[in-house]
């Protein structure tokens, strides 16, 4: 049984405050299992930086879920791959000699540096293209949304688009009525 994930951020997203919004999504096999989204809890003063704090929450959802798969079945994990479009994150999470550029980032966060030392997890890159996480974290075209989200398995239900189109039909058709009354 493999578990990976994929998670990406959008660096500064919000205009109001500037913080950042973490993504992931985690599978077994080509089964999405989970996938989520946050507001991350302060501001980051880089990409990397951003990049290092969406790959904590990441870490620590995905020792949640091994956790849940070594209890249900009994059976040992191999290290979950962890995709991800920033090289320089994944170096910096990997050579503690990088003190000097990471020590401005929150203790709380460097725990992503005992994962892959341990080899609970391993990060390794994906290009941006084929990163699913973007889905979760930033706004896409139309095409790259629709390959993203065909590829995290979520797929339009006609039946509730038209039952909605209905709805507000019925909606408008009311407040027509009420505002000529």
């Given at each position: 049984?493999?578990?990976?994930?994929f998670?990406?951020?959008?660096w500064?997203?919000?205009?109001?405050?500037?913080?950042?919004?973490?993504?992931?999504?985690?599978?077994?096999?080509?089964?999405?299992?989970?996938?989520?989204?946050?507001?991350?809890?302060?501001?980051a003063?880089?990409?990397?930086?951003?990049?290092?704090?969406?790959?904590?929450?990441?870490?620590?959802?995905?020792?949640?879920?091994?956790?849940?798969?070594?209890?249900?079945?009994?059976?040992?994990?191999?290290?979950?791959?962890?995709?991800?479009?920033?090289?320089?994150?994944?170096?910096?999470?990997?050579?503690?000699?990088?003190?000097?550029?990471?020590?401005?980032?929150?203790?709380?966060?460097?725990?992503?540096?005992?994962?892959?030392?341990?080899?609970i997890?391993?990060?390794?890159?994906?290009?941006?293209?084929?990163?699913?996480a973007?889905?979760?974290?930033?706004?896409?075209?139309?095409?790259?949304?629709?390959?993203?989200?065909?590829?995290i398995?979520?797929?339009?239900?006609?039946?509730?688009?038209?039952?909605?189109c209905?709805?507000?039909?019925?909606?408008?058709?009311?407040?027509?009525?009420?505002?000529?009354?």
């Amino acid at each position: 049984m493999k578990l990976c994930g994929f998670m990406d951020t959008d660096w500064a997203g919000s205009p109001t405050d500037r913080k950042s919004t973490s993504g992931g999504v985690f599978s077994i096999g080509s089964t999405k299992i989970s996938w989520y989204n946050r507001k991350q809890r302060s501001v980051a003063l880089s990409s990397s930086e951003a990049e290092y704090m969406a790959a904590s929450l990441a870490a620590c959802k995905a020792i949640w879920m091994r956790k849940i798969l070594v209890g249900l079945f009994g059976s040992h994990l191999d290290p979950t791959v962890i995709y991800c479009d920033n090289q320089s994150y994944i170096k910096l999470s990997a050579n503690p000699v990088f003190h000097d550029r990471s020590k401005h980032i929150d203790i709380r966060y460097h725990h992503i540096r005992d994962c892959v030392q341990w080899r609970i997890m391993l990060l390794s890159y994906i290009p941006t293209e084929d990163q699913d996480a973007d889905i979760l974290t930033k706004a896409l075209t139309k095409s790259k949304f629709e390959y993203h989200r065909g590829r995290i398995g979520v797929v339009d239900n006609p039946y509730l688009v038209k039952r909605e189109c209905l709805d507000c039909n019925k909606m408008m058709e009311l407040s027509e009525k009420s505002r000529l009354h």
